[in-house]
């Protein structure tokens, strides 16, 4: 509409003659106004639509998954995603689900295709040939519980209603109440083109144009909408509050639930064939198509996005379609399955080719490329100009004219297409000499000085400088720059004589264009130049950059942002308002290997960094802020007991509790990020663990080993492109043998409490014995002090008595000398009291206390000893000597050696043996 509006009104403004054949009376300066006020008119009209242009479609960043990457069938029917983030597929082989990075396929039992999903908590309803549903069992395998198998149809589409699950056939509604577990089937032979929950209720389209919703198990016709009679629809779907029709027409109807109404669309969009669709936000929508992809398109109709087969996408045929969290789209394909990175700051403009240049002229963009010109108007995708393929080195727009150095020589563009600009020999680069005929080219054969004449070039004379120049032309100074690969930079000047003269500037290698004005760099510092003077920038953000060399350099408009590639990396510097400066080095990461090496190029539009790449251009919006999820968790996606070949995946609904033994545990783990994002994970598992890991990239499991009985929990850390730190948690517990719970306590407290008694006892044995031993001890004492202070006593008797006998011997021989009775008398009195057997048995009872322990020894080892025997070992013993014994015993001594002799033989001592040392020792 506003392309015929534009083009009758150019018609009218610039083909005025005809109007002024019938009226003569007007002037040429009446035309010349009229002329001036429709091209006032023009750029009034114009400015609006072309203004600011970022050219092209945008294509998303595209990840594929073909049947070898899943595992299961190629064709995938439909898409959803449960609040977990778990992405489910209706495929040709079963029910399909991407969990986090890790793939399964759940069956039917009939090992039909599923064609429709609809996630109910935590049930799965599922549909094809056979139809019901899947629950999740306590270690995260899927069970299915069968309905019923239909014989020669599909189910095609299913919601759910408080407690009723409908289910879409082609010409059938199957009515599940989920507590009754009761069916209902209405059928309607017209056809049914599809159903969709709006406003708590199931609105069904028939094919035969009648709309209307299930109400008391019965459909409820509200009304005929001729446009959709006899119409090809697959999927109806709710955006603002709306009905979306899509046909397979390529028209798009919404309807309020009283009217249907068409929705506008940019011409690009006709004829192309709908099968799907989905509300993205609240500004835009996505169409999946029959042959042209996905395509997103905003709320004034116009495509904002596409992603087909020639940008990458594995398959045109879109089946299915569903959006998670993080606003990526994902893609069921008639052949695989794809997502689409739509949030991400990063987006590919354009992908077909080694990128050397973008140029925006005219109203449209670009790209001087390896394979030829490519050109994309506004909202357009780049088409490779027919005129001139093959190696384009440089697009330049030099007095309002775009100027195209390739491999075969120079073109202009113009409205008429390319033009030859007579140089017969490859370009490199061209600079003009303003307000001169001068240009100075870069060519395969060096510097070249050519002058501009009726549109054409003409050779004027060549320096003598080799080497692939890029060229700037400084206007301040009336100069050109020449920067020649590892060589100092060189200054061109344009001569009076119509000659160039090249200066070499030593020390200086690098000159970038930004922002209308040129920066130098020696690979230390960089410099302004103004009238033949190098001086020092102090911008903050170049003070920033390390030393090196620089092969490319911008800043936006602003100048709070400067993207550099130094040693091939790529990094982007932003001034923060506190003065600080931060780097997004490691976001840029990911581009580093895209970097076209020596023939870098960068630039700003806008809030826009455009990079050429060795496959296209990428882009990077500095502004660009989510609407959807920034920071998402990192999430533990199951634990894998590896020497038992268990398996528990993520949601974890009951707390995991492994059976009793050693466990090799490796858990698996992931974050849901934009592929141009850089993800850093460490880990520590509680109680073994106190120090975190290190912090690694690229690494999705770790091991850990001989995990024995007990509560563990494994916290996992993850950053964004060194963003905000995310925690996650997971307990999960094995269960413990009987000695690593607290009955092993019982035993062991049994043995110590056996343990104490036993060193009780013993200790209680040996505290009585060495009570005893020194009772003993002390009773030996006493004894030995009793025996002793007795044989001082006996020795005291035996003195006495010695002296007694000696004296009453003395008196008995005088006794003896008086010769008569009464002397005799006293005499035998003396003797019988000398020998009196009283004080023999007082001796021996007194002899014996003292050595009872001897005599009662010596007794029993030689029992022939008598009694007289005794006496004298006794005697001995006390080591009284011969005399003293012989005269205690009243004997002579030869009568004591006698029995001393006899003594020797009883006790068998052999010749030699000290009879007294004998006893002594005995």
């Known amino acids: 509409m506003i392309s015929s509006f534009l083009e009758l009104f150019f018609f009218n403004c610039l083909h005025p003659i005809d109007q002024y054949k019938t009226k003569k009376s007007h002037s040429p300066f009446c035309l010349m106004q009229y002329n001036t006020k429709c091209l006032l008119l023009i750029l009034l009209v114009l400015l609006p639509f072309y203004a600011p242009i970022y050219a092209g479609v945008k294509t998303p960043h595209i990840v594929n998954y073909n049947k070898t990457d899943y595992q299961a069938g190629r064709q995938n029917w439909d898409v959803k995603i449960d609040q977990y983030g778990i992405v489910y597929f209706g495929n040709s082989e079963g029910m399909l689900y991407h969990n986090h990075g890790e793939w399964g396929l759940a069956q039917l039992p009939s090992k039909a295709g599923v064609r429709a999903l609809f996630i109910d908590e935590r049930l799965i309803w599922v549909g094809g040939k056979e139809y019901g549903y899947f629950s999740k069992t306590k270690e995260g395998e899927f069970e299915f519980t069968s309905i019923g198998i239909l014989e020669y149809e599909q189910i095609w589409n299913i919601e759910v209603v408080d407690n009723t699950v409908i289910f879409q056939t082609e010409d059938k509604i199957i009515l599940y109440h989920k507590l009754e577990k009761a069916t209902k089937i209405l059928t309607y032979y017209e056809g049914i083109s599809a159903i969709v929950k709006w406003h708590e209720k199931v609105w069904v389209l028939l094919r035969n144009g009648k709309i209307g919703f299930i ?8 009304q005929t909408i001729e446009v959709f009679i006899n119409q090809q629809v697959r999927h109806l779907f709710v955006h603002q509050n709306q009905i979306y029709v899509p046909l397979h027409t390529g028209a798009l109807y919404r309807f309020d639930g009283k009217v249907a109404s068409k929705v506008p669309l940019s011409s690009a969009l006709h004829q192309k064939s709908f099968f799907t669709g989905i509300s993205y936000d609240k500004n835009s929508i996505g169409i999946g198509t029959v042959t042209d992809g996905f395509i997103r398109v905003d709320q004034s109709g116009t495509m904002t996005h596409q992603a087909k087969q020639q940008e990458g996408l594995l398959d045109n045929t879109i089946l299915s379609m569903a959006r998670d969290d993080m606003g990526n789209i994902w893609l069921g394909l008639d052949y695989g399955i794809a997502k689409l990175e739509l949030q991400s700051a990063f987006t590919t403009l354009f992908d077909g080719a080694a990128t050397y240049s973008i140029t925006d002229f005219g109203g449209s963009t670009f790209l001087g490329t390896n394979k030829g010109l490519y050109k994309a108007n506004k909202f357009q995708k780049f088409e490779l100009e027919e005129q001139i393929k093959g190696q384009i080195w440089n697009t330049k727009i030099i007095d309002n004219e775009l100027f195209i150095s390739h491999n075969s020589g120079l073109a202009r563009y113009t409205n008429k297409g390319l033009e030859d600009m007579s140089i017969n020999k490859g370009v490199i680069d061209i600079a003009h000499f303003e307000g001169t005929a001068f240009y100075v080219a870069s060519t395969y054969d060096g510097l070249m000085l050519y002058a501009k004449d009726l549109g054409k070039l003409w050779y004027v004379s060549k320096p003598d400088v080799y080497g692939f120049s890029k060229l700037y032309y400084d206007q301040e100074n009336n100069c050109i720059w020449g920067e020649v690969k590892n060589k100092d930079l060189l200054k061109i000047t344009l001569n009076i004589d119509a000659t160039i003269t090249v200066t070499s500037v030593k020390g200086f290698k690098r000159v970038f264009a930004t922002n209308n004005r040129l920066i130098f760099g020696n690979n230390k510092q960089f410099f302004s130049y103004r009238n033949g003077q190098f001086k020092a920038l102090d911008h903050p953000l170049l003070k920033t950059i390390r030393k090196g060399d620089i092969a490319a350099l911008a800043f936006n408009e602003k100048e709070n942002y400067v993207s550099f590639i130094q040693d091939h990396q790529l990094n982007l510097l932003e001034l923060l308002s506190d003065g600080s400066v931060h780097s997004y080095a490691s976001l840029m990461k990911p581009f580093n290997t895209d970097i076209n090496k020596d023939f870098e190029f960068l630039d700003f539009k806008g809030d826009q960094l455009r990079l050429a790449t060795d496959r296209g251009v990428m882009t990077f919006d500095v502004k660009y802020q989510s609407t959807f999820t920034k920071e998402p968790e990192p999430i533990i996606t199951s634990l894998e007991i590896d020497n038992e070949r268990g398996k528990y995946t993520y949601p974890y609904f009951n707390r995991i509790e492994l059976e009793k033994g050693e466990k090799d545990i490796t858990f698996h783990f992931q974050i849901d990020k934009l592929s141009f994002d850089i993800a850093q994970f460490r880990y520590k598992l509680l109680p ?25 929990t494994i916290v ?4 964004i492109n060194d963003g905000e730190i995310r925690e996650v948690e997971l307990n999960f517990s094995i269960e413990k043998y009987w000695y690593e719970t607290p009955l092993l306590y019982l035993p062991i407290i049994l043995i110590v409490a056996l343990l104490v008694y036993f060193i009780r006892k013993v200790a209680k044995f040996i505290y009585i014995k060495k009570l005893t031993a020194e009772k003993e001890h002390i009773t030996q004492q006493n004894a030995k002090a009793v025996i002793s202070l007795k044989e001082e006593q006996l020795l005291k008797y035996m003195e006495i008595i010695n002296h007694k006998d000696t004296f009453l011997m003395k008196v ?8 008569s009775n ?14 009196k057997e009283k004080k023999d048995l007082l001796f021996h009872q007194l002899f014996s ?7 009662k020894s010596i007794t029993e080892k030689y029992p022939s000893l008598t009694a007289n025997d005794i006496r004298i070992l006794s005697f001995i013993r006390i080591n009284l000597s011969s005399k003293e014994i012989a005269e205690l015993m009243h004997i002579t001594p030869r009568s004591l050696d006698t029995s001393r002799y006899r003594l020797r033989k009883k006790l068998n001592l052999e010749q030699g043996v000290d009879l007294h040392k004998f006893v002594r020792e005995f």
């Open 716 to 719: 996992l850390q993850s950053k």
């Open 822 to 835: 009464e002397a005799k008398k006293w005499s035998q009195l003396i003797e019988n009291e000398v020998n």
């Open 812 to 819: 008995q021989a005088g006794l003896d000398k008086m010769k």
């Open 849 to 855: 206390e003292v050595q009872q322990d001897f005599i």
């Open 215 to 222: 109400e008391d198990g019965q459909l409820q016709i509200q």
């Open 688 to 712: 073994l663990e106190k120090e975190w890991s290190d912090w690694q990239t690229g690494v999705s499991s770790f091991t850990k080993q001989k995990l024995n009985g007990g509560n563990y």
